[in-house]
């Protein structure tokens, strides 16, 4: 009895010994990959020259004082804190977020070093909130772009920058992705947004820094914070830029000057619930199709307002930002495989992807019936309400003039002034026709097709 007991004990000595040795090594490993890394990240502070009326600007007391006193504007410069990668040691480049230098008068860069240069723009892209900068100076430290394609949910990641202050420049944070592919995350904008989430520390000042992976690859570029309320601190919800991403712009920006993403040339959004049941689909993954710019890419290559597109040249879409971006990321000039269900039937269909415009205009060129039921009362487009909502006098459908207040219609957001084209996938060019169409069907849900202005959007509306 004794001498199991004995073997026992040295088993669990063995195994607390063991586990106390993988945690070690796990410690260890994270510690080389900041002491690695640090150096590459560089704190950016940006000035700007700005005018105003002090001290009144912005009281109460500002028209008064300005109106007696005759104050004159004054120059006033205003600071800001990033931080920045630095990519290439030998050019001196430096990858970070378009809003960490927008507008900014004078850049300077600080080193782990404490040298401080001054740094010039390369190139900037709003649309993925991402700048490079290039500074002239020898025996810097630089990070390759690892691949972000290869990041799970659950890894873990290291955050290094410059939260709230240069006194606080190199931080580092640990935790774990959280998730991948996340979209609409900043408040207004609807560019590109492909965000790594992670639990890491990641507070003002650190936008621009890097994301590491446990391996010590810079996967991410950290860009934004959530944090449920007016606070701007950490409440362990952050967003990276990924690094492949990352990695096309900035060779874009260097090379050109500006970042060349191909263009379909179509509206899409998400497949809703409601939608997908009217729809008769099995997924709720893709991006359904409420226009197709004319002559554009889509036009050309066959693809029809209330197509889903569920692969695109061989990646099996997830949802419209998912979509956005893989077709931005592909080479304009290529035959791209586009696969749709459309009414209920899988085709597949080849678009020839064009260069995005550079010019935004292009995406943009474009008797009384009641339905109890949806809440819509609707009447032929004429002379009188194409004047009276602003419409084009070829328009064909059923234009909404009028909406029953909390009924499926209201719900959805139609409005006055809206023109339905379509019923599920029936083409509209009458009052009489969508009321035949909306009562044939016998789904839980129906789904519209409405211009609106120059766009088009798909409404599901569930019925009573």
């Not at 710019?293 to 290559?301: T, Y």
């Not at 889903?308 to 979509?323: A, Q, R, T, Y």
């Not at 032929?380 to 499926?408: C, K, Q």
């Amino acid at each position: 009895m004794r001498k199991r007991l004995l073997i026992l004990l040295g088993l669990l000595n063995g195994l607390v010994f063991s586990q106390n040795s993988i945690v070690d090594q796990f410690s260890q490993a994270l510690a080389d990959v900041a002491e690695q890394a640090n150096p590459a990240v560089v704190t950016i502070t940006t000035e700007k020259v700005y005018k105003a009326r002090d001290p009144y600007q912005g009281t109460p007391f500002e028209d008064f004082f300005n109106f007696h006193f005759n104050v004159p504007e004054q120059e006033f410069r205003g600071r800001a804190l990033g931080s920045g990668v630095i990519v290439d040691a030998r050019k001196g480049y430096i990858l970070t977020n378009n809003h960490v230098i927008n507008g900014a008068d004078e850049i300077k860069v600080q080193l782990i070093d404490r040298r401080v240069i001054e740094a010039e723009i390369v190139g900037t892209d709003p649309k993925s909130d991402l700048a490079v900068l290039q500074i002239k100076a020898k025996n810097l430290t630089a990070l390759k772009l690892g691949d972000s394609d290869k990041l799970r949910v659950g890894e873990w990641v290291l955050a290094i920058g410059s939260p709230f202050s240069q006194n606080l420049s190199h931080t580092v944070t640990a935790g774990i992705v959280s998730a991948l592919g996340r979209s609409n995350i900043i408040p207004g904008a609807n560019d590109y947004e492909d965000f790594i989430q992670t639990d890491a520390a990641i507070n003002p000042g650190n936008s621009g820094g890097a994301l590491l992976n446990a391996r010590g690859d810079l996967v991410g570029i950290n860009t934004a914070i959530a944090t449920g309320g007016r606070e701007r601190s950490n409440r362990g919800v952050g967003f990276a830029i990924p690094s492949n991403m990352a990695r096309k712009v900035m060779d874009d920006l260097i090379d050109k000057g500006y970042v060349v993403r191909a263009w379909m040339g179509v509206y899409i959004q998400p497949v809703e619930d409601q939608m997908a049941r009217a729809l008769d689909l099995d997924t709720r993954n893709g991006a359904i199709i409420s226009q197709v710019v004319e002559d554009s890419p889509a036009d050309k290559g066959g693809i029809k307002s209330g197509d889903v597109i569920v692969e695109f040249d061989g990646i099996e879409i997830h949802n419209p930002s998912h979509l956005q971006n893989v077709v931005s990321s592909t080479e304009p000039g290529k035959k791209a495989r586009v696969e749709v269900i459309r009414d209920g039937h899988t085709k597949k269909l080849t678009v020839v992807l064009e260069e995005l415009p550079q010019d935004d205009d292009v995406m943009a060129r474009r008797p009384t019936v009641n339905d109890d039921e949806l809440g819509l009362e609707v009447q032929n487009v004429s002379r009188a309400l194409a004047e009276r909502f602003d419409l084009d006098r070829d328009i064909e459908g059923a234009v909404v003039t009028g909406v029953r207040r909390s009924s499926p219609a209201a719900r959805a957001g139609i409005r006055p002034g809206d023109v339905i084209v379509r019923v599920d996938s029936h083409d509209v060019d009458s009052a009489d026709e969508f009321y035949k169409l909306s009562k044939v069907s016998e789904k839980e849900a129906i789904l519209l097709l409405v211009r609106r202005g120059e766009a088009a959007r798909f409404y599901a509306l569930e019925l009573d």
